[in-house]
């Protein structure tokens, strides 16, 4: 089956950085992606990843190795509205997307 | 960047009443979108695919007479939820795929469906 696993939850400090991982099983891969998410809100685009390697955006970055089956989402110096739900989700090989079940993100002044 | 709009953000309705719920991709052409349902601090959960022209594709354990999809046009699906009940109270979201050379996924802003 396919499979997505993040860690459930994570604390981190205010100005700190932190990284949120992901591994993933599934038929096929057309490129992951990071999501984030505030409660009662709809998820925000973040990153995409197909090749492997660190892609830097701001204070994110994202990186993936296709051969380990796994990414990291980087949040630097962490701000106060960086708490959130982050989502990882793959693209198999019929194009369908399969979400993790979502990171949440405390972050602690 | 390209935007989806979902309408209506939030709905409330009796039981046994059907509301629609419009998604629409504002500057680009989606010829597939999705809609999934969120429970509370639950991930996302895919409930079908809406496919311009065809029927929709449903995930295992979602009632197609239920719930009805039509995506009549390469801008516009819609979501009927038929006959609602209180336990069909959720969040409903789509997103559509664009594709070029920074594919996303971009997502309507999300309907909360109320049932009493």
Same mark, same amino acid.
């Given at each position: 089956? @396919?499979?997505?696993? @993040? %860690?459930?939850?994570? $604390?981190? $400090?205010?100005?700190?950085?932190?990284?949120?991982?992901? $591994?993933?099983?599934?038929?096929?891969?057309?490129?992951?992606?990071?999501?984030?998410?505030?409660?009662?809100?709809?998820?925000?685009?973040?990153?995409?990843?197909?090749?492997?390697?660190?892609?830097?955006?701001?204070?994110?970055?994202?990186?993936?190795?296709?051969?380990?089956?796994?990414?990291?989402?980087?949040?630097?110096?962490?701000?106060?509205?960086?708490?959130?739900?982050?989502?990882?989700?793959?693209?198999?090989?019929?194009?369908?997307?399969?979400?993790?079940?979502? $990171?949440?993100?405390?972050?602690? %002044? | 960047?390209?935007?989806?709009?979902?309408?209506?953000?939030?709905?409330?309705?009796?039981?046994?009443?059907?509301?629609?719920?419009?998604?629409?991709?504002?500057?680009?052409?989606?010829?597939?979108?999705?809609?999934?349902?969120?429970?509370?601090?639950?991930?996302?959960?895919?409930?079908?695919?809406?496919?311009?022209?065809?029927?929709?594709?449903?995930?295992?354990?979602?009632?197609?007479?239920?719930?009805?999809?039509?995506?009549?046009?390469?801008?516009?699906?819609?979501?009927?939820?038929?006959?609602?009940?209180?336990?069909?109270?959720?969040?409903?979201?789509?997103?559509?795929?664009?594709?070029?050379?920074?594919?996303?996924?971009?997502?309507?802003?999300?309907?909360?469906?109320?049932?009493?």
């Amino acid at each position: 089956g @396919q499979n997505i696993d @993040q %860690p459930t939850e994570m $604390t981190a $400090t205010e100005g700190a950085i932190v990284q949120i991982n992901c $591994t993933y099983q599934t038929s096929g891969f057309n490129g992951l992606f990071w999501y984030q998410q505030h409660a009662g809100e709809a998820p925000t685009f973040l990153s995409y990843n197909v090749l492997d390697g660190l892609e830097e955006k701001g204070r994110f970055s994202s990186f993936l190795s296709r051969s380990k089956g796994y990414s990291y989402l980087l949040l630097k110096e962490l701000q106060m509205k960086d708490s959130a739900s982050y989502l990882c989700a793959v693209m198999d090989s019929n194009y369908q997307l399969i979400w993790g079940a979502g $990171t949440k993100l405390i972050i602690k %002044p | 960047g390209a935007v989806v709009s979902q309408h209506p953000s939030r709905v409330i309705c009796k039981s046994g009443t059907s509301v629609k719920i419009e998604c629409r991709s504002l500057d680009f052409q989606a010829t597939t979108m999705f809609w999934y349902r969120q429970f509370p601090k639950k991930s996302l959960m895919l409930m079908a695919t809406s496919n311009e022209g065809s029927k929709a594709t449903y995930e295992q354990g979602v009632e197609k007479d239920k719930f009805l999809i039509n995506h009549a046009s390469l801008t516009l699906s819609t979501l009927t939820v038929t006959s609602a009940h209180p336990e069909d109270s959720s969040f409903y979201i789509c997103s559509a795929f664009k594709w070029d050379l920074n594919t996303e996924a971009f997502f309507g802003q999300g309907t909360r469906l109320t049932v009493v």
